[in-house]
């Protein structure tokens, strides 16, 4: 079973209504297309059924238009009746007043669907037609008086919003129905009023209960348009027929009711027609009177032209506005009179003569005569042979060599918007425009040649081009722009924002220079060279200093200078020997976080845990060396000459020193060392002992 669906109005699926009892989906070809369902109450279903949202069903789309919801049984029960989308085109909204258009069907339908819902499909119908409703009518009304004109039928597709004027909207299966006798749901009517008319209404439900439904099968597989053979035993009739009408139970898929004929133009809809489009007898619709005496008249509102077209003459004619006419064109074809007055204007003139007096002819084949020729307007020719051209006593000039000669020389064309002057005799200038607003300029001259476009939003591009450079710039509305300049020995480029942030790279044969600065007064620039790369970072401080860090390299030297230089990670260095400079290892100014070194020479500097050890036959230290922790443990080495030494252990070869403190319990001993021999004193100078080296004696 085939069960609608309702969506909401952003199209979403908001539920499958199988809780229906009953429905019933009617169309008429070139009328009405409805759908009518009956259901009780169910949750998350019925409660969806409101104006707002719509019913899918059949392929096709229906907007709900009236709702009923009544008790049967102690629960609501609704009965709700649907249009197809076709109806949203007859609303007040869409009205037109006295509609006529000019064209190919496609082109009218295609001009009535604009700025809806709906899109135009197939149309068998190419010819133009001239198709006008002398009526005020909605979008609905119109399409249908132009598929009856046509004599089109109807079709939607694209779930109904996509319409078609088909020859029909049917098919032809080659289905044979035969009725043997009268049978009960079957009801015939002949009309021999104009062209003969027979139709036949099928009450399926009540056939299905006959003894001769098994003749009438064939019937349900017919649709809307379809055309079937007819043959009717009864009253000896074999017809075509097609399907006028027909009536559906979506949910069962099945035919419950079906009117046919064998011609869709019905007394009634012609009348309709007839009403709809027709130029009543002296009624003046946009200007148009038939009358007896005139035949058809078209006659402005402020009477200033009017025309007039009977089967003897045709006449076009201007006016004052009183009402008195003169002839501007006159055909009288009893006669053979053509006249026109004014100004005649023809792509071709193809055939006979023309003579005007003696003096100008032109024959058949289009060779011209005349005595003297005088044009104020264009001269076009594929080829002037001969002679020569001369146009104001020597302002303009062409011999019979094809040599042109001019004081000054303008060329307009209106038509695609340039204009070309070069009434400078130093200066040539081109401008193109469209009406958007948008245009481009060329101008030369001996020395430069100038180019620019632009358009309507602001935006600019212009070359620039002489002996010596091309300079070429783009801007756009906002302010962003760049520039590339180029000479014989150097190309610079430029690209900056409207936020003042630039950049540029300037090149020669010898160095390249590229710069980056921001409206901060933030800049980097890196200049390079054969023999040097120089870098430099640079900012403008609150107080308006210049702040700079500087990196300058050649093949011998980096030169680095900063206030700060960061090195992460390990760090080694070599050839040191001959440097003044000091080494500062730590993070801070506390001298127990650095160690400085203000002179020295070494091959190997270690420090190993809480030791630190010296490979060298010297190393001289002038100054203190202090340590917190760093020398707790000792000092080893061949030789240590110092002034002040303090640790807890000393294991040498040699000592030679001012003093030598002990920082263990004994600060209040002092130490004199010799040669070969240390002597201890108490701070105040009492000689308390010694150690001699040589003989290895200790004394006290």
């Known amino acids: 079973m085939a069960y609608p669906k309702i969506f909401d109005s952003n199209n979403i699926e908001l539920a499958t209504l199988n809780n229906i009892t009953s429905n019933s989906l009617k169309r008429r070809v070139n009328s009405f297309y409805e759908f009518n369902f009956q259901c009780y109450e169910e949750e998350f279903k019925s409660e969806y059924i409101q104006f707002t949202n719509y019913i899918q069903t059949d392929d096709e789309t229906f907007d709900i238009a009236y709702i009923d919801v009544s008790n049967v049984n102690n629960s609501p029960y609704y009965d709700v009746k649907c249009e197809h989308v076709f109806y949203r085109l007859h609303d007040d909204a869409t009205k037109k007043n006295n509609y006529a258009l000019s064209g190919t069907p496609t082109e009218i339908l295609t001009d009535l ?10 149309v068998d119908f190419t010819s133009n037609i001239v198709y006008a409703v002398n009526r005020e009518a909605t979008v609905m009304n119109i399409v249908i008086s132009l598929a009856n004109t046509l004599g089109a039928e109807i079709g939607f597709s694209n779930n109904g919003f996509t319409i078609d004027l088909l020859n029909t909207i049917g098919q032809d299966n080659g289905v044979e129905v035969r009725i043997k006798k009268n049978i009960k749901g079957i009801s015939k009517s002949v009309d ?24 009438l099968t064939m019937i349900e597989t017919l649709d809307i348009g379809d055309t079937f053979q007819l043959i009717d035993e ?10 006028l009408e027909i009536e559906k139970d979506v949910i069962k898929e099945s035919i419950t009711n079906i009117t046919t004929s064998n011609n869709f133009d019905l007394l009634d809809d012609k009348l309709s027609y007839i009403e709809e489009t027709a130029v009543k007898k002296d009624e003046i619709i946009y200007g148009i009177k038939i009358n007896e005496d005139v035949g058809l ?5 402020d009477k200033l032209a009017r025309t007039k077209l009977n089967a003897d003459e045709f006449r076009m004619q201007t006016g004052d506005g009183s009402g008195s006419y003169t002839d501007a064109l006159y055909f009288d074809p009893i006669n053979g009179k053509y006249i026109f007055v004014g100004e005649i204007n023809a792509s071709d003139f193809v055939g006979g003569t023309i003579e005007i007096g003696n003096n100008f002819e032109v024959d058949s084949n289009g060779n011209m005569t005349a005595t003297n020729g005088k044009f104020s307007g264009d001269i076009s020719a594929s080829a002037i042979t001969g002679g020569t051209i001369d146009i104001g006593s020597g302002t303009f000039m062409v011999d019979s060599q094809g040599n042109a000669t001019a004081s000054s020389l303008t060329i307009l064309d209106t038509t695609v918007g340039t204009d070309l002057d070069i009434s400078d005799n130093n200066v040539i200038t081109s401008i193109a425009s469209d009406i958007s607003g948008n245009v481009s300029l060329i101008q030369q001259n001996s020395t430069e040649i100038g180019i620019v476009v632009g358009d309507v939003s602001g935006n600019t591009a212009s070359i620039v081009v002489n002996s010596d450079a091309i300079t070429s710039i783009v801007s756009d509305v906002s302010g962003n722009a760049s520039s590339i300049t180029q000479n014989a020995s150097a190309i610079t480029s430029i690209v900056s924002d ?7 790279i300037t090149q020669n044969a010898s160095a390249i220079t590229s710069i980056v600065s921001d409206v901060s007064g933030n800049a980097s620039s890196i200049t390079q060279n054969a023999d040097n790369i120089n870098l430099r970072v640079e900012k403008t401080d609150y107080d308006g200093n210049t702040i700079a860090s500087l990196i300058n390299q050649t093949a011998t030297t980096i030169d680095i200078s900063a206030n700060k230089i960061n090195l992460n990670g390990v760090v080694t260095m070599s050839g040191l020997a001959n440097m003044n400079n000091d080494i500062y290892l730590g993070t801070g100014v506390d001298t127990f976080n650095q160690i400085v070194f203000n002179s020295f020479s ?11 050890e010296f490979y060298s036959d010297l190393f001289q230290f002038f100054g203190n060396i202090v340590s917190s922790g760093l020398l707790t443990g000792a000092i080893r080495c061949d ?13 040498c070869d040699d000592i030679s020193c001012d003093g030598l403190t002990r920082n263990n319990n004994l600060t209040t001993y002092g130490v004199k060392t010799a040669t070969d021999t240390i002597d201890f004193y108490t701070s105040a100078g009492t000689h308390i002992g010694g150690i001699n080296f040589a003989s290895g004696a200790i004394w006290n």
Request: charged fraction near 30%; hydrophobic fraction near 30%; aromatic fraction near 4%.
């Open 192 to 215: 021999k009023r104009g062209v003969d008319k027979t139709s036949y209404k099928i009450d399926l439900v009540d056939v299905h209960n006959s003894e001769e439904y098994k003749d």
């Open 297 to 301: 008249e078209i006659e402005r509102d």
């Open 602 to 612: 070494s091959n190997k500097i270690r420090v190993v845990g809480a030791e630190m």
């Open 234 to 243: 009864t009253l000896g009739i074999n017809i075509s027929q097609s399907v």
């Open 498 to 504: 409207v936020s003042g942030n630039a950049s540029s």
């Open 113 to 122: 669907l604009s700025g809806t819902d709906f899109t135009v499909g197939t």
């Open 639 to 651: 030789d240590i000459g110092c002034g002040d030494i303090g640790c807890d252990d000393i294991d």
